[in-house]
């Protein structure tokens, strides 16, 4: 090292020493020379300054060793993402339905949606994935339920890149479509509500009807007891309400699988508005002379009866009441919604090892995807019914006492 490059060198050296910013790099270098930090102020930069001067070299030397410390390379694997280039070039409709749950048009449309929300991840090979890679990665995780390592060698993407596109599709879903997608009936939306049940099962003033469904997760770290359900295994449970079209028209996610579905519903804010009179109009209707109460739900043996919630007779008596429950049962679409929902989007019928606070947006993401796909006209597929590892709980009758008059609210809701 010649006198210019050495007095170069000094004055970096000098800089880093003495500038109280940089106090990380300044003690390293110490450790370096094999001297503690001295103390600033002007009398310990004199004898520092001192010091170095007997230890020059030392110091230059301690200095380039730290800038010149050999930084690992990435290994770069080697990926095809030719599946997914077949995909572009060669599916069928019927193709994309069996992947991805829609059809090429309606995932192109979803695509459009997301491409503001979506924040491209950077893979291995240092480029950005498109948004429609990135959208068909996360369909395909929901619609199948495989695995992050076979949707990476199907993609050609890293397993943390898949999962982070994963993650960020689902945020995007429920971030911009949930309101547009999710919606409470008001309005001539709950009119036509109103019309369907009662055109289609012969029930008066229903605007919806509400269930719940258990969803399996890994083992939480954290009261694992809590989440454990009835029949054994880890859940979360998701709370739904759906309308005569089996659309979703509120949900609640996130309840530990160990809580009933009466104390879930207790604890919701749509609980909350049906205590307080807030979740329809007061409106009745007359039909042939007779005055109908206000619009309620309608729901299983498992919801108490109330003056919003409708539920069958715990003990059929009579062939009316069992008639009754016979009709009840056969309008209560939500049945048929989470069944769908369950079928069509694979990874909530099985074990989900994602990360807890992760699972919740997915779940929501599947029933805005679940409606998105009704409203544009994507068909159902019966083979999708698939057989569940895990069988839903099931549902235990409240226990209840028949108060005068429960017989004539209940039958008063039928035409």
């Known amino acids: 090292m010649n006198e210019e490059e050495f007095g170069q060198v000094m004055t970096i050296v000098s800089a880093y020493l003495f500038d109280t910013s940089n106090d990380i790099v300044r003690n390293r270098l110490s450790r370096t020379c094999g001297r503690r930090p001295t103390p600033f102020g002007d009398i310990g930069k004199v004898v520092f300054l001192q010091h170095m001067k007997k230890k020059e070299k030392l110091v230059v030397d301690g200095y380039l060793r730290l800038c010149t410390i050999p930084i690992p390379k990435r290994v770069v694997i080697p990926r095809s993402d030719e599946w997914w280039v077949n995909v572009l070039e060669n599916f069928t409709d019927e193709d994309w339905l069996k992947h991805f749950r829609m059809r090429r048009q309606t995932f192109e449309h979803l695509c459009e949606t997301l491409t503001r929300l979506i924040q491209r991840q950077n893979n291995p090979f240092g480029r950005n994935l498109p948004v429609d890679k990135c959208v068909a990665i996360a369909l395909s995780r929901l619609a199948t339920g495989e695995n992050l390592r076979a949707l990476s060698k199907l993609f050609g993407v890293a397993r943390s890149t898949a999962c982070k596109n994963v993650n960020s599709v689902c945020n995007g879903i429920v971030n911009m479509l949930r309101e547009e997608y999710i919606i409470w009936p008001e309005g001539d939306r709950l009119v036509e509500t109103i019309r369907g049940f009662r055109e289609k099962y012969g029930l008066v003033q229903c605007a919806g009807a509400v269930d719940a469904s258990h969803v399996p997760i890994a083992m939480p770290y954290d009261h694992p007891d809590d989440y454990e359900n009835q029949n054994g295994w880890h859940s979360i449970v998701l709370q739904a309400v759906a309308d005569d079209k089996l659309r979703f028209t509120n949900v609640d996610v996130g309840w530990p699988g160990n809580i009933k579905k009466d104390e879930v519903l207790k604890n919701s804010k749509l609980y909350q508005k049906g205590t307080n009179e807030e979740l329809f109009p007061k409106v009745t209707e007359e039909l042939s002379g007779t005055d109908i109460p206000p619009v309620t739900l309608i729901a299983d043996s498992g919801y108490p009866l109330t003056n919003w919630m409708i539920t069958p007779f715990p003990d ?100």
């Open 316 to 415: 059929t008596d009579t062939d009316k009441q069992q008639e009754f429950n016979d009709k009840l049962s056969k309008a209560n679409m939500v049945k048929r919604s989470l069944k769908m929902l369950r079928g069509r989007w694979h990874v909530l019928a099985k074990r989900n090892e994602n990360a807890l606070r992760n699972v919740g947006q997915m779940v929501i993401a599947c029933c805005v995807l679940h409606n998105f796909c009704i409203v544009k006209g994507e068909p159902y597929r019966d083979e999708w019914d698939m057989e569940e590892s895990f069988e839903q709980p099931t549902c235990e009758n409240i226990t209840q006492l028949e108060k005068k008059g429960d017989e004539e609210i209940r039958a008063q809701y039928f035409l």
